[in-house]
């Protein structure tokens, strides 16, 4: 019986986390003409683009 009264409540806050997230979902106000991505303004011009170094290069990771 105590089994049974376990798996009954665990299905019933189950039920009602779902139902109470789905009203909260459902209340919230939603502008479906808003974009999914943000526009990109401007785009860098070519000569701020990543140049190459004359540095050595990084051959490990170690840190003491």
């Given at each position: 019986m105590r089994l049974f009264l376990m798996k009954a409540v665990a299905t019933?806050?189950?039920i009602g986390a779902t139902a109470l997230s789905a009203v909260f979902?459902?209340?919230h106000m939603k502008n479906p003409a808003a974009p999914l991505q943000p526009t990109v303004l401007?785009?860098?011009p070519a000569a701020q683009a990543v140049q190459p170094t004359t540095e050595p290069?990084?051959?490990s990771t170690y840190a003491s």
């Open positions: 019933a806050l189950t979902v459902t209340a401007t785009a860098a290069a990084i051959t």
